[in-house]
């Protein structure tokens, strides 16, 4: 069974870079790699996706090394908003990879 | 803008008593996921679906977990009977198709307490 390996939680102070690295080793050559962040009492929502290298957005940059067994999400200059859960998982239809499991829980202090 | 939503926000029950919860995916999208999240357990599937057939349930109770799409605008979850173990929050989320690059919508979940 596919499953991602991320810590269970983090700290940091605001304007601070905060790097998150989740372990897909089963990971599929047709898999892209998706992060998502959930806030309290909300639905997980979208952050960032790749494939290989990097990818940056307005939000985040996702970092991925070659063999993609791993993923490093980055959030540059973080503030208390950024408080939440992080998720990542090989965003797949095969559904034994849909696996969100506990994710990372960032805390960010003032 | 375009959010699935999900009916009723919050469900206080008794064991025993049947649940059904509701889902609108976003208008256009193929794919429909149930998920479950418990503090335990983090965030589960339960089911999904793609052009309202079910592919894969195999994350539900068979017994007592029942997952359809009556119509192409409404997903329903239904729980008969419930038992307070099926305390959590359920979201459902829709897609665009089966891409590993489609990206899922959530919505704000289903708050189920079962006394």
């Known amino acids: 069974l596919a499953k991602t390996t991320q810590p269970i939680s983090m700290d940091s102070y605001e304007g601070q870079e905060v790097n998150i690295t989740c372990s897909h080793n089963n990971i599929a050559t047709n898999d892209y790699i998706t992060w998502y962040q959930q806030f309290p009492s909300q639905g997980p929502r979208f952050i960032i996706q790749?494939?290989?290298t990097k990818v940056t957005n307005e939000v985040a940059s996702l970092f991925i090394p070659a063999d993609r067994k791993s993923s490093t999400l980055s959030l540059p200059r973080v503030s208390l908003s950024d408080t939440a859960v992080y998720y990542c998982l090989p965003d797949s239809y095969n559904t034994d990879k849909l696996i969100f499991g506990t994710g990372t829980r960032l805390q960010v202090f003032p | 803008d375009a959010r699935v939503t999900q009916t009723p926000r919050d469900k206080v029950t008794e064991m025993g008593q049947e649940v059904t919860m509701r889902c609108q995916p976003i208008l256009g999208h193929n794919t429909v996921f149930w998920y479950r999240q418990t503090m335990m357990q983090g965030l589960e599937l339960l089911a999904y679906?793609?052009?309202?057939?079910?592919?894969?349930d195999s994350g539900m109770p068979k017994d007592r977990f029942s997952a359809e799409m009556p119509d192409a605008t409404l997903a329903t979850l239904k729980i008969q009977p419930s038992e307070p173990r099926d305390s959590a929050v359920y979201f459902c989320?829709?897609?665009?198709?089966?891409?590993?690059?489609?990206?899922?919508?959530f919505g704000p979940g289903t708050r189920l307490t079962v006394l």
């Open positions: 989320a829709s897609g665009l198709g089966l891409a590993s690059n489609n990206e899922q919508f």
């Open positions: 679906f793609r052009n309202r057939a079910p592919l894969d």
């Open positions: 790749g494939y290989k």
